[in-house]
């Protein structure tokens, strides 16, 4: 048990929906990270929040949004939906060092895998 | 846009034979190479971090090496166990404070009683 929390586990829903995942970072952790698992590819960055504010963005879609919340805590909105948008959803948090001597791990929720209709 | 490649793509082993795979990476723009367990069902585990030339790593029966100079890491596993058949991912950062991670496409490892 990593210590990062995602709900819900599973989520099916149509095409044109709206949904939102959770995540909970590990006590701690300033920086949260939400990843996309599609079939036959690779964990995709989407964004990164530090301390409540975006801090790096990668292939996020305009109709996907984030925000971290003071409790740190972190939901993905997605919405309209697309079939191309099934896929396993991860978030991952670490603790983002000020320190410039130390590296900095990124420890994985357990995931949330959305099936699009 | 970073390509960081492994191979194989998957491995099948005899329980009790050692095993390696590599990840290969840009060598430049490097800050730190990551390897992660991935079990199915389960959420990636951090194995290693690594961010110097030449350094090595070992967490039990695994350990890794980083060529940062030629741009891959080698991950070994020496005397295979079913318990080690998982996804092994790596995953490369570029940038400091900014540690977006860029994974491979992983080696699935499964081994044979």
Request: hydrophobic share 30%; proline share 5%.
């Amino acid at each position: 048990d990593s210590g990062v929390t995602q709900t819900p586990k599973h989520l099916i829903t149509a095409t044109g929906q709206r949904v939102t995942l959770r995540c909970s970072p590990r006590s701690g952790d300033l920086s949260v990270y939400w990843y996309q698992q599609s079939l036959d590819q690779g964990l995709q960055f989407l964004i990164q929040y530090y301390n409540g504010e975006e801090r790096a963005k990668g292939n996020i879609l305009e109709r996907f949004s984030a925000q971290q919340f003071p409790d740190l805590h972190s939901e993905l909105n997605l919405s309209p939906l697309e079939l191309g948008d099934s896929a396993l959803y991860f978030c991952a948090s670490s603790v983002t060092p000020t320190d410039y001597s130390s590296t900095d791990t990124q420890y994985f929720g357990p995931g949330t895998r959305l099936t699009v209709l | 846009i970073l390509n960081v490649e492994q191979s194989p793509q998957s491995l099948h082993v005899q329980e009790g034979d050692s095993t390696n795979f590599t990840c290969s990476f840009p060598s430049s723009n490097f800050y730190a190479l990551h390897w992660y367990r991935w079990e199915t069902a389960k959420s990636p585990e951090a194995l290693f971090v690594m961010t110097l030339n030449g350094d090595e790593k070992k967490k039990g029966r695994i350990s890794a090496t980083l060529n940062t100079k030629e741009g891959y890491s080698y991950l070994y596993i020496k005397g295979s166990q079913p318990e080690d058949s998982a996804t092994y991912l790596c995953a490369l950062s570029s940038n400091f404070g900014n540690e977006k991670l860029t994974f491979g496409t992983g080696t699935r490892l499964t081994i044979i009683p």
